[in-house]
């Protein structure tokens, strides 16, 4: 997720993510089908699943046979697992506070200024705890298809030093990939942080005005052969792996051109590792999807999805929409974007997306801050109290509860229109209108994916 927005960078995001104009799942045009299907089930690797701690144990063996994906036919329905193995401070509040020190914004400073042990302690509790089977046992249960996994270049072995990053992690990144496929969930495994940071953002592990990745060209092969090591020990048991999360193509035409070439050598480098089965997931690096057009598409290409994130909060514009006018936002413009894209080039998913129409979660902009929707970040004028808007969803008012399901509904519709969607986020520790988990314990988002309370709100809205 992209939360912190430097004045300078606000109008070249908004640009980037305009909508153009150009609304159902169905199966792509044979032109865009990404080459044959996958043609077998993938074995299941038996290495390292189990994390360092005495009391967890390697998932046993599904029930039944893991099962592929008919990705031509049927809509992705998932989940991302946001603040597990890449921190945020909005998502763990908590694990930010427990520091007592208010320097700590992210992941690197996480590691940088405190005692190792004291960092390492926290995080293989957080590691251990935060998300456990029981939450792939109720996602399998809410119809859910796939988990999209951020995780961090630090936490992938590669024999190289990560400091001050922490690793640690992988033994339970593979626990949770065995856990999604013994509860027949597909994974994407999402590298979400990489060396010099390829955002600013906190969510790529380092906050910083100054992200060095796409100007280092050490960094991106750092980043390759991370992906290399995924592919390698993870390829079997997942379904599909993303390159890099949200690239900062606004920084200029150096950033957007390395996205391109690291794209195509991360592909060749999937391609290699782990067999064409496989998906390779991409971005569009806050770049127009038309300037997509034909790249790593079929035959050049073959089964690649496009990622695309589509939020309505983070400008004051978005932000002083009514309900209804996100709702024809996200039916309009997003829609028929995504469509058009998907129709002539590659698989899309809608692979974060929200109910929030604000940015009240604490520190959703960054440890620290406040938020534009009440006039304490980014120096503009209040649009409202965030009281009632955020936090335990007892106090979300009927209406609120009711337009949430809504505009749920509205961005499935949304999603479904293409290759599917992902909500971003599972679970936090206080934001409950961005938590999936919480979504259905209050009933705005049904325990039945493909249950409606208004169906068709797209329809007729649409190009």
């Not at 921190?87 to 007592?100: A, D, R």
């Not at 604000?358 to 980014?378: H, I, K, P, V």
Request: aromatic fraction near 12%.
């Amino acid at each position: 997720m992209w939360w912190i927005f430097a004045p300078l960078l606000s109008l070249a995001v908004e640009v980037a993510l305009a909508a153009h104009p150009q609304c159902r799942l169905v199966a792509p045009p044979a032109h865009v089908r990404n080459g044959p299907p996958a043609s077998s089930v993938k074995p299941q690797s038996t290495k390292g699943h189990s994390p360092s701690t005495a009391t967890s144990a390697a998932p046993t063996a599904a029930a039944t046979p893991f099962v592929p994906f008919p990705y031509y036919s049927k809509p992705i329905r998932g989940v991302n697992l946001g603040g597990w193995f890449v921190l945020e401070p909005w998502i763990t509040p908590s694990m930010f506070s427990n520091t007592n020190n208010d320097a700590i914004v992210d992941e690197y400073t996480f590691g940088q200024l405190q005692d190792p042990n004291t960092a390492l302690a926290a995080l293989k509790q957080h590691w251990d705890t935060w998300i456990t089977e029981d939450d792939f046992i109720e996602m399998a249960a809410a119809g859910l298809t796939h988990i999209r996994l951020p995780i961090g270049y630090w936490s992938v072995p590669t024999n190289v030093s990560v400091a001050p990053y922490v690793p640690g992690a992988w033994p339970y990144i593979q626990r949770a990939v065995g856990w999604a496929r013994q509860h027949n969930i597909h994974t994407i495994v999402d590298l979400h942080g990489v060396p010099g940071s390829q955002n600013g953002f906190d969510n790529s592990g380092q906050r910083t005005n100054a992200p060095q990745w796409a100007l280092n060209t050490a960094n991106v092969d750092a980043s390759l052969a991370v992906i290399q090591v995924i592919a390698t020990e993870l390829g079997p048991q997942v379904d599909a792996i993303e390159l890099l999360n949200e690239i900062g193509g606004f920084y200029g035409p150096v950033w957007d051109a390395t996205a391109r070439t690291y794209y195509q050598n991360g592909y060749n480098t999937v391609r290699q590792a782990a067999g064409n089965d496989i998906v390779v997931v991409i971005g569009d690096a806050f770049d127009a999807l038309p300037r997509w057009q034909g790249f790593l598409s079929y035959p050049q290409a073959n089964r690649v999805m496009m990622d695309v994130h589509r939020y309505q909060i983070f400008s004051v514009g978005e932000l002083t929409r009514s309900h209804d006018q996100h709702i024809q936002f996200a039916c309009q413009s997003i829609l028929p974007d995504l469509q058009a894209f998907a129709s002539k080039n590659i698989w899309t998913v809608s692979g974060e997306w929200s109910t929030s129409i604000t940015d009240c979660a604490q520190w959703l902009n960054g440890r620290g801050t406040g938020s534009r929707w009440e006039g304490t970040f980014g120096g503009g004028a209040a649009v409202g109290s965030c009281a009632g808007y955020t936090g335990n969803w007892s106090t979300f008012s009927q209406d609120y509860r009711a337009f949430l399901r809504k505009y749920w509904e509205a961005q499935v519709e949304v999603g479904e229109a293409v290759q599917g969607w992902i909500y971003w986020t599972w679970k936090t520790e206080g934001a409950d209108e961005w938590s999936y988990k919480k979504g259905l314990e209050g009933g705005w988002i049904p325990q039945d994916p493909s249950q409606r309370l208004y169906p068709g709100l797209c329809q007729g809205t649409t190009k």
